[in-house]
């Protein structure tokens, strides 16, 4: 796995923009997946093009309509490919959502680190902001626009 550090927000977000091609997989280091997400997608593609592009433009109205059947079922099968990554890499993007950072270093992952956050009381932002004032009027480098 790569040791670069992950954040399961970005791989989560970037499965539901971008889940169909497997950018989720790929941020992760998953190729395999990434592979197989990019493949599905292309397969889908390709068949919905060939069969609602590239056959009106070639054939004419009866001929069309004679393999309208055939026509059909292979259109089911593209879509049936395409709505089955889509559901698949939401599924997976969902996943990594709701398991948060915890789940991906369970999994083995280096994860980003947290930011720490200072919850201040009262009292101490009343004395940090007295203490900036002070150095406000001591120091001579900082300039006041008031008029």
């Not at 169909?20 to 919905?48: D, Q, R, T, V």
């Not at 990554?85 to 950072?101: C, K, P, T």
């Amino acid at each position: 796995m790569d040791q670069n550090p992950k954040s399961a927000n970005l791989a989560g977000i970037l499965g539901i923009i971008l889940g169909i091609i497997g950018a989720h997989n790929w941020y992760l280091g998953e190729n395999s997946k990434g592979i197989a997400h990019s493949c599905l997608a292309a397969i889908s593609f390709i068949i919905i093009a060939i069969i609602n592009v590239i056959l009106p433009a070639t054939l004419d109205i009866y001929t069309l309509l004679s393999m309208e059947s055939v026509i059909t079922i292979i259109l089911l099968i593209g879509y049936s490919v395409a709505i089955g990554n889509i559901v698949w890499a939401l599924i997976e993007s969902i996943i990594l959502l709701s398991q948060g950072d915890a789940g991906l270093s369970k999994r083995g992952y280096q994860v980003m680190p947290r930011p720490v956050q200072q919850n201040y009381t009262p009292q101490q932002i009343n004395s940090l902001n007295s203490l900036q004032q002070n150095n406000q009027v001591n120091n001579p480098n900082i300039q006041n626009n008031q008029n």
